[in-house]
């Protein structure tokens, strides 16, 4: 039998508590990995890191916020000593009108889905330029090409792929042994994606349309994305760094 692909590693994953974000955390339990998880939603957090067990831990996390940073970061070290995998997963969407958009609406995506990786990454790259590691960025296919009513969201992501490319850059120049890569998802079956179609006037409709968009013709499942972050994760692509990951059913092929 192989051995798991995760086998001695310690992976902090954001946004754990659902979609893209639970489904890696259960497949890097599978794969040998002790796992710390966070969340904003704190109960969700723990109640994960319950049911993997294993010495999983979970943790309450404001991934905006440079203190909860160096907690978690802190209590990483104390419960493991090390750092080997980070995955910068929490975000959030909006899809608003550009001209019914706030400086207040705009600002919370930026802090969220792309202030949050910045820290992310430099906590990260901090923890592992000693001994190397892997961090996986999640981008989105909405940071690879335009859609209406997601400039915000789009801008956010975009700038997480370059942020990623850049950072691959310097740790490499710097002789660090850190691999750093984003993953851009098309729309998948989560509670994020779920919410967004539920709000919208015809709902049916927008989860229709949005199926449509992809030439497989369904929406993807977490379980797939977090097959694509484990293999960035692993020694398994040990050649691959400031790349993007594409798993979008064929959206961006057209």
């Known amino acids: 039998m192989a051995e798991p692909r995760l086998a001695g590693k310690v992976a902090l994953i954001t946004g754990a508590a659902s979609g893209i974000g639970a489904a890696s955390a259960r497949l890097f339990a599978a794969e ?3 796992l710390i998880l966070t969340d904003v939603n704190e109960a969700g957090a723990k109640a994960l890191a319950a049911e993997i067990g294993g010495g999983a831990l979970g943790f309450e996390h404001d991934v905006t916020s440079e203190a909860a940073w160096d907690m978690v970061m802190a209590e990483t070290s104390v419960a493991f000593g090390r750092l080997d995998v980070l995955v910068n997963n929490a975000g959030i969407g909006r899809a608003t009108p550009i001209l019914e958009t706030s400086l207040a609406q705009w600002r919370e995506v930026i802090s969220v889905n792309l202030d949050a990786v910045f820290l992310g990454c430099r906590a990260g790259i901090a923890a592992m330029k000693e001994k190397g590691g892997s961090i996986v960025n999640l981008s989105s296919i909405l940071g690879l090409v335009g859609s209406p009513l997601t400039a915000a969201y789009a801008a956010s992501k975009g700038g997480v792929k370059l942020m990623t490319k850049t ?17 851009h998802p098309g729309y998948i079956d989560t509670p994020m994606v779920a919410g ?3 709000r919208a006037p015809d709902a049916a409709q927008r989860k229709a349309y949005l ?11 977490a379980e797939e994305i977090a097959a694509g972050i484990l293999y ?3 020694d398994a692509s040990s050649f691959m760094t400031g790349s ?7 959206y961006t092929a057209r």
């Open 196 to 198: 967004a179609i539920s």
């Open 244 to 250: 993007e990951l594409v798993i979008d059913g064929g």
């Open 232 to 234: 960035l994760a692993s």
């Open 32 to 34: 040998g990995a002790k």
């Open 167 to 183: 950072l691959a850059l310097e740790v490499a120049q710097n002789g660090w042994k850190i691999r750093i890569n984003s993953v």
């Open 211 to 221: 199926i449509s968009q992809h030439p497989l013709g369904r929406l993807g499942r």
